[in-house]
């Protein structure tokens, strides 16, 4: 699943250390309806808050498809197919490269039944289902039911958690060299990396660095002195004016936050993350941006109505105390808003698809924040105001290079619908061609060699003019070699899939030497070597991030290569097993009958966790040399932990 747009703006911030554990976000409860001869099953799944399952038609070459299996049928009869409550949500998938269907919160699904003896009938099964959000996918995962007169239940939780394995009813499986249960020293380790970002932070933190981009544009930034004067100047003491003008910030906040919960309120956290990856909606909000992109070089002036901003004007003017300070403040939100409204607007959308029914009220407190800390700061110290840089022509200079920057970031959206559609006008080299110009006609803007209508004439290049110019040439130049095949880590999550480029050189991948975990462990022993066990799987696009961003460095290349045995193993490949395997797990005896159930198993089995990217280090006969890692795509880091492995494994 991708990264946001807001990332641009922030690297990597905060990682949340996470122990080895197992994640349950979907919990199922199987019902009997009906009386006499006519029944149905209901199936009802819960899913937690951020993740889906995928829906029961998934085509061929996609990820595990919600399936519904009937082992053992005796006095009963199936009529008809499973029927999901309500058709799932569909988007293109750049992943798998085809549109995949999804549920999230809830559904139902119902099998109609026929019992031939309503006193004497059994009906045992299991379901497969697979649960993912935005930075993993778990693996495939077993549900049983069973009804009938031995046994009518209920089943209250997915065949997920390990552990408490009987030998008595195990297969021999789990009797193999290497295949015993670390887990408690796994939990003694600690663990390194993380499988989660803190998402509420990066959104919090891009509204903050939204909210001071905004603060630099012509429609804010000469407002400040203004209101600031305004509060100061008026009859009263200081300690009043600073007490009103902080009181006057607080208002903003309050304002964007209450938008935040509001547009939450009115269409919901889920609806808005169904906008984020619309294709029509990416299409519109494309032009949305291209729009603004005009209007920040010149072409036009976007602004609400006046009506709007007098009526607040006046309502500021016959009110008094606190309400006419919330009136003012309401006011600067509407005239300011044709240089807020493309960074509000860009926040709320990612910031719907990045962390839930919070996101956007957080995302605008941080932008409103940054907007309201030179106004109280200012009022506190008005001797600042002095060192202030005067309104003049470097404020049309923020608003144009917003403008580059937006028309930059529109291609983001055109290309999420050119994905969707297949139309192919928009593969990886024409996307970076595009950004290329853009990004070079922006340095030439800043050095003056281009100029729009609303500017100053540059009679000298400042510095910081000069600094940005080279940035932005040098970024440009940067992305040249993408043409080729070069994988542009910095730009990974913008540009589209390397697959859609039809030219590429590109050939530093690193492939595993294994894909069995028992031929791999055995070739250790042999070659005398620590084992790298990295549980993947084909839908897990954090999994391809590592490999892209931190498997491609020359050192962690050399190291894996020469100093491991690199083992991967996809816990959702759906090659069948020569033979099923039943293992016994929670007190429930589960059949394997697919490769990653065999390797979901194990880890869930031997490392108590089940979640991927999860990079294990251990020796030939199974001990953990290292804490798990992660997804964490620093270099250094991932160079430690292996080090640390190899330290463990030379002692």
Known sequence: MRKNLLLSILSLLLCIGVHAQIMEPVKWKVSLQGDGQEKEIVFQAFIEDGWHLYATDI????????????????????????????????????????????????????????????????LTGYITYQACNDVTCLPPTKYEFSFGKEKVEEVAAPVMTPVNFNKNQSSSLTDQPGWQPVVSEIQAMGSEGALHSNSLWFIFLSGFVGGLLALLTPCVWPMIPLTVSFFLKKQQSRRKAIGEAILYGLSIIVIYVGAGLLITLLFGASALNDLATNAIFNILFFALLVLFAVSFFGAFDITLPASWSNKLDRKADTATGILAIFFMAFTLVLVSFSCTGPIIGTLLVEAASWGGTLAPAVGMGGFAIALAIPFALFAMFPSLMKQMPKSGGWLNMVKVVLGFLELALSLKFLSVADLAYGWHILDRETFLVLWIVIFALLGFYLLGKISFSHDSPVKHVSVPRLFLAIVSLSFSLYMIPGLWGAPLKAISAFAPPLYTQDFNLYDKEV???????????????????????????YGCVNCRKMEASVWTDANVKQILENKYVLITLMVDDKENLSEPITVTENGKQVKLTTVGEKWSFLQRYKFGANAQPYYVIINDKGEPLAPPYGYDESVPRFIEFLQKGLQAFNK
Not at 64 to 92: C, N, W
Not at 513 to 533: H, S, V
């Open 59 to 122: 085509p061929k070459g996609g990820p595990i498809a919600t399936s519904f299996t009937f082992d053992e049928m005796s006095q009963v009869s199936l009529q008809g197919d499973i029927v999901p409550a309500k058709r799932p949500h569909e988007e293109y998938s750049s992943l798998f490269d085809m549109k995949l269907g999804w549920y999230d919160t809830q559904i139902d699904f119902k099998q109609a039944l026929k019992v031939e003896d309503p006193d004497n009938f059994k």
């Open 511 to 537: 492939h595993a030497a294994f894909n069995d975990y028992n031929e791999g462990l055995a070739y250790a022993r042999k070659e005398k070597k620590p084992i790298l066990i990295d549980f993947s799987g």
